[in-house]
């Protein structure tokens, strides 16, 4: 809890809907505005918090700007994991601690290789699948180290948390390193991207830089590899090492 989210929908929403409720079933609601230059996607922050980790359904209502009035667009669930914001934004923002959890990621993963599942979520009341980002990342088998962030799952949280607090730094050492292909092939056909994050929290340079990544890793034959292996979690430790040398 505590972070953001984002509804993305299909259909587009009619034109005059430009803000609306999320009910998080038995925790609260909260208010959700749209995003500019979006049609489809209304974003809320502040989700409530849960005391346990688990499926959660959340019923999400759009306003009119014409009438005023409020109607139903749909319902999904989210899954709340336990993993706290606040280490996510410590990770990618402090030095020290980036060098330890890379660290720590490097002895446990010598061995191991890690593999992605990408999830989907029924929408009950369309029937259709709807994938859901940023307060539901994809499942992704981690690396046997007994810390969930310590797989494909946490690289992809920690790009996410480096887009929303403009973490320039962070978002430039996965993506310059072999492991941002598999990264970027985790999250390319999903919404929002790391991009529309940035831009939603008005890092508008950071959303650009972003942008000219998925432009370029779009173009490169060489990035459908799926498979996050030891060989990127090393490579990206000794580039953490190498920054905090400097």
């Known amino acids: 809890g505590g972070g953001s989210c984002w509804f ?7 034109s005059d809907i430009t803000s609306g409720t999320a009910k998080f079933c038995g925790l609260g609601s909260i208010d959700l505005n749209g995003v500019k230059h979006k049609t489809n996607c209304l974003v809320g922050r502040r989700i409530p918090y849960a005391e346990e980790e688990g499926w959660v359904t959340v019923k999400v209502n759009g306003k009119s700007d014409r009438t005023g009035k409020s109607s139903y667009l749909g319902q999904t669930e989210i ?3 336990n993993e706290r914001k606040e280490l996510l934004k410590q990770i990618v923002q402090d030095e020290e601690q980036r060098h330890t959890f890379f660290e720590t990621w490097k002895t446990a993963c010598k061995g191991y290789s890690t593999y992605s599942k990408e999830k989907e979520t029924k929408s009950r009341g369309s029937g259709k699948h709807e994938r859901q980002s940023f307060i539901k990342i ?4 981690c690396i046997n180290s007994g810390n969930p962030l ?11 948390t480096a887009a929303e607090t403009n973490t320039r730094q962070f978002i430039e050492l996965v993506f310059n390193s072999s492991a941002g292909k598999v ?6 056909y999903t919404s929002p991207l790391p991009e529309d994050v940035a831009r939603a929290f008005g ?3 950071t959303a650009q830089y972003l942008e000219s990544i998925s432009k370029r890793l779009s173009e490169d034959l060489s990035v459908n590899e799926e498979q996050l292996k030891a060989s990127h979690i090393l490579e990206l430790a000794e580039a953490v090492k190498n920054q905090s040398n400097k």
């Open 183 to 188: 990264v970027f092939n985790a999250y390319r």
């Open 79 to 81: 899954y709340y994991f």
């Open 138 to 141: 994809p499942f992704i088998g």
């Open 8 to 14: 993305t929908f299909e259909p587009d929403l009619p």
């Open 203 to 205: 890092h508008e340079d």
């Open 150 to 160: 310590n797989s494909l799952q946490g690289l992809l949280l920690l790009v996410y």
